[in-house]
């Protein structure tokens, strides 16, 4: 019945190493629970004739008959089931674990921290900074989204004798589509204008970061029918990376 119980708990497990592998799951681990409850149920069924087979052997006792010395079928059944079952998801994991390694190289979407701690999305890039940030100024342009600011961190780094990889922060919006949500959640004039950063990583590879939805809307409380004002950093920053 333990057993029966971990083997429920497996699939959870394997989200949970699908996630620190940073791959992405692309299947259903539900079985797990079916399997594991099946297991539970043996794990009744072998207690309640356990407990039968007790009952017979302590009345057999007692009237003073003689008790054949002999293994228990079932039980020596049982053991080898359990012994099958516990090799074969060992060999699933292993393959498992090759699998999410051999993804990871794939993942179309990586943060830099966890979600639930940043609120960051991270977007690779097929383009160097500038060239992305010069897409993304196209985008807006055609898109007639106001640019407020281009931020070069890394330009003014070297301006002022440091040495600092490629990094730019465009800041851009729009006062109609912004003004009511700062109106519903005025914290949130804080995070507005919106904000895209294109940036190097040690690698060489460039990433295009911006504030999840998910995350805005939780830190300020903006209401779901105006996150929809907001979902156009999601597209520009998709595009600008393509």
């Given at each position: 019945m333990g057993f029966g119980?971990?083997?429920a708990r497996f699939g959870l497990f394997l989200q949970q190493l699908l996630v620190t592998q940073r791959?992405?799951?692309?299947?259903?681990?539900g079985l797990s629970l079916w399997f594991g409850t099946a297991l539970i149920a043996v794990g009744v069924i072998v207690n309640v004739v356990s407990g039968w087979h007790h009952a017979r052997l302590v009345q057999v006792l007692d009237r003073g008959e003689p008790?054949?010395?002999?293994?228990?079928?079932?039980?020596v059944a049982i053991s080898f089931?359990?012994?099958?079952?516990?090799?074969?998801?060992?060999?699933?994991?292993?393959?498992?674990?090759?699998?999410?390694?051999?993804?990871?190289?794939?993942t179309e979407e990586i943060s830099m921290t966890s979600m639930t701690r940043s609120g960051i999305i991270d977007r690779p890039s097929h383009h160097s900074?500038?060239?992305?940030?010069?897409r993304l100024q196209e985008i807006l342009q055609a898109k007639g989204?106001?640019?407020?600011?281009?931020?070069?961190?890394?330009?003014?780094?070297?301006?002022?004798?440091?040495?600092?990889?490629?990094?730019k922060l465009v800041i851009f919006g729009s006062p109609t589509a912004g003004t009511p949500v700062m109106l519903a959640a005025?914290?949130?004039?804080?995070?507005?204008?919106l904000k895209i950063l294109v940036w190097e990583d040690g690698q060489g590879k460039v990433w295009v970061s911006y504030n999840s939805l998910a995350y805005l809307?939780?830190?300020h409380g903006v209401p779901n029918e105006l996150l929809q004002n907001l979902a156009a950093v999601e597209t520009l920053a998709t595009k600008a990376g393509e």
């Open positions: 119980f971990v083997v791959a992405p799951s692309t299947q259903s681990y008790t054949p010395a002999r293994a228990s079928t079932l039980a089931f359990l012994a099958l079952v516990g090799l074969a998801m060992a060999i699933y994991l292993l393959s498992l674990r090759r699998s999410a390694y051999s993804q990871t190289g794939n900074v500038d060239q992305t940030v010069e989204v106001t640019l407020f600011a281009l931020v070069d961190h890394g330009g003014e780094a070297e301006r002022a004798g440091m040495k600092m990889r490629p990094t005025p914290s949130i004039a804080i995070d507005l204008p809307q939780e830190r």
